[in-house]
Nanobody, 122 residues
Framework: QVQLVESGGGLVQAGGSLRLSCAASGTIFSIDAMNWYRQAPGKQRELVAR???????NYADSVKGRFTISRDDAKNTVYLQMNSLKPEDTAVYYC????????????????WGQGTRVTVSS
């Protein structure tokens, strides 16, 4: 079974920075995309950033220029560097791994982490 474990959340003042990490463990042959989502209180979960296996990255308009996603495939880990944080970035941040190949037959599944809370004070 594959598990995703996030870390790095916490409380920070507006304008500050945080770096989130998400490590995937278990039997993993490959991962297509690794994503960060967030869900603020009373709001739907939204995609924040995506990093694909071929090196492409995508960002929500609200975080472009402030957040940077990166992945280390040797460690099956994805990072989210968050700079110039704003109170509206306050949310639980979830890691998502898409099309994770878990055996030599090619079975693939999607997995989610448990979430890490980010609180930005004004």
């Amino acid at each position: 079974q594959v598990q995703l474990v996030e870390s790095g959340g916490g409380l920070v003042q507006a304008g500050g920075s945080l770096r989130l990490s998400c490590a995937a463990s278990g039997t993993i042959f490959s991962i297509d995309a690794m994503n960060w989502y967030r869900q603020a209180p009373g709001k739907q979960r939204e995609l924040v950033a995506r990093a694909t296996s071929d090196g492409r990255t995508n960002y929500a308009d609200s975080v472009k220029g402030r957040f940077t996603i990166s992945r280390d495939d040797a460690k099956n880990t994805v990072y989210l560097q968050m700079n110039s944080l704003k109170p509206e970035d306050t949310a639980v941040y979830y890691c998502n791994a898409v099309k994770v190949v878990v055996n030599s037959v090619g079975h693939e599944y999607d997995f989610w982490g448990q979430g890490t809370r980010v609180t930005v004070s004004s």
